[in-house]
């Protein structure tokens, strides 16, 4: 049984188009992040929810946009993409700061 | 939030104790110091996390000294499986801290 399950775990698209990813985890966190990586394989903040609400917004366009149903989902769309979107999406979630669950990944081809 | 160095890469052998160091001079009052392993393909998967003196699990060791500047993980008796990337993360065990991940040390593992 999956902690942190994400789909889907591969996705190309062309440029422009609008996808959506989504992000699932059954272990009762109260906390989900967004994390990107890229090809240099460093790992960088996206957003983070806790119980719903947006905490961390980081430096990002505002082509991405989260979105937390309930605390054990969190999704993340990007309208408009571009080449420079292309990384692999990381979701992970922990309770109060303790160790994060990350996701298998989702890999982005954008071309 | 606390700037992490370690090493880009270390090589060992099977049977070997692997360490690994981190730098963070300017640690905070109440920041902890927590270690993942990643595997290509992966999400990256917590290993052990500490504040001070010696933290120990079925999996590492993580040394820290009194003036926790630095970090040393302590993998005993590595096995090829072992082949990963290692980071070292350093922030408040809080719901939603920034934990920004680094380049990591490649870890290779020979026969």
């Known amino acids: 049984d999956t902690a942190v399950s994400q789909t889907p775990k591969y996705l190309v698209t062309q440029m422009g188009n609008d996808k959506s990813i989504k992000c699932e985890q059954n272990l009762g966190h109260d906390t989900m992040y967004w994390y990107k990586q890229d090809s240099k394989k460093f790992l960088k903040i996206m957003f983070s929810?806790?119980?719903?609400?947006?905490?961390i917004n980081e430096t990002v366009p505002n082509r991405f946009s989260p979105k937390s149903p309930d605390k054990a989902h969190l999704n993340l769309h990007i309208n408009s993409l571009e080449l420079g979107d292309s990384a692999v999406y990381f979701c992970?979630?922990?309770?109060?700061?303790?160790?994060?669950?990350f996701g298998s990944g989702t890999r982005l081809t954008v071309v | 939030l606390a700037k992490t160095t370690q090493p880009i890469s270390m090589d060992s052998y099977e049977g070997q104790e692997v360490n690994i160091t981190c730098s963070h001079n300017n640690i905070a009052t109440n920041d902890y110091i927590t270690w993942y392993q990643q595997f290509p393909s992966q999400g990256p998967r917590f290993i052990i996390q500490?504040?001070?003196t010696k933290v120990t699990n079925e999996v590492a060791s993580l040394f820290i000294p009194a003036d926790r500047k630095s970090s040393t993980l302590s993998l005993p008796r590595v096995s090829l499986s072992d082949t990963a990337v290692y980071y070292c993360l350093v922030g408040p065990k809080a719901a939603g801290n920034k934990l920004t991940f680094g380049g990591g040390t490649r870890v290779l593992v020979k026969p």
């Open positions: 929810y806790n119980n719903k609400e947006l905490i």
């Open positions: 500490g504040y001070k």
């Open positions: 992970a979630s922990s309770q109060a700061g303790w160790g994060y669950t």
